[in-house]
Nanobody
């Protein structure tokens, strides 16, 4: 069974850090472009950061740039999102996803992914509050 499982969410104070993990089972994650997305209550799902399957190049949305870092660990078949300087507006459910379309780009995945991606994890909740 092909599965993505996110973990690492929780309650953190403003200015704090968290590292989210996306673990894959049933398939090899480094074959795919992988992205992190989030969805806050009442808002649409938005792309945060994506990492390429070919050269590990990365894309960051404006909301993530300078604060979040995406990375892969092929030995663990996982992708991570290191988040720092967290703000209350970062409160959301965070999802990872893989792009199985034959031709894609990290920018396409991150900006248009919510409209076409079908392989999502169940999400991990992040709450930033004092």
């Amino acid at each position: 069974q092909l599965q993505l499982v996110e973990s690492g969410g929780g309650l953190v104070q403003p200015g704090g850090s968290l590292r989210l993990s996306c673990a894959a089972s049933g398939f090899t994650l480094n074959y795919y472009t992988v992205g992190w997305f989030r969805q806050a209550p009442g808002k649409e799902r938005e792309g945060l950061s994506c990492i390429s399957s070919t050269d590990d190049s990365t894309y960051y949305a404006h909301s993530a740039k300078g604060r979040f870092t995406i990375s892969r660990d092929n030995d663990k078949n996982a992708v991570y999102l290191q988040m720092s300087s967290l703000k209350p507006e970062d409160t959301a459910v965070y999802y990872c996803a893989v792009d199985k379309t034959p031709i894609t780009t990290i920018q396409r995945m991150c900006t248009m992914g919510p409209s076409y991606l079908t392989s999502w994890g169940q999400g991990t909740r992040v709450t930033v509050s004092s």
